[in-house]
């Protein structure tokens, strides 16, 4: 049976700021565990399960290099976040140029 991802997968993975940090390194280009390890605060364990995560919401891919794991950032489902996010742009964009407006008054 084949594992389908939800939308929601994504936004679960991006909730955690470990696993958006992780996203922000390997923005960067791809990296090992090790590498991605000696980033963070955290154990080997821990970044793996982060990896997990990400590789089933479809955000990161994998390889192997003989006996090393190396991960790659697949922003194409961050777009589903970005269209999202861009939905409420205009709502800020308007509280922000009221509030220039305001602080230019006299």
């Known amino acids: 049976m084949q594992n389908v991802m939800s939308h ?6 991006i909730a955690a700021p470990t696993r958006r940090a992780i996203l922000d390194e390997l923005l960067v280009g791809e990296r090992s565990v090790g590498q ?3 980033q963070f605060d955290v ?6 399960q982060h990896l997990k995560v990400l590789r089933e919401a479809g955000l990161v891919t994998r390889t192997s290099v003989g006996r090393e ?3 790659r950032l697949n922003a194409v489902r961050l777009r589903e976040v970005y ?3 861009g939905h409420y742009q205009r709502f800020w964009r ?3 140029d009221a509030l220039g407006a305001y602080l230019d008054q006299p």
């Open 8 to 13: 929601e997968d994504v936004y679960h993975a």
């Open 69 to 71: 794991r190396r991960y």
């Open 36 to 38: 991605l390890v000696e």
């Open 43 to 48: 154990t080997q364990p821990a970044i793996s």
């Open 83 to 85: 269209d999202w996010v």
């Open 94 to 96: 308007d509280k922000l």
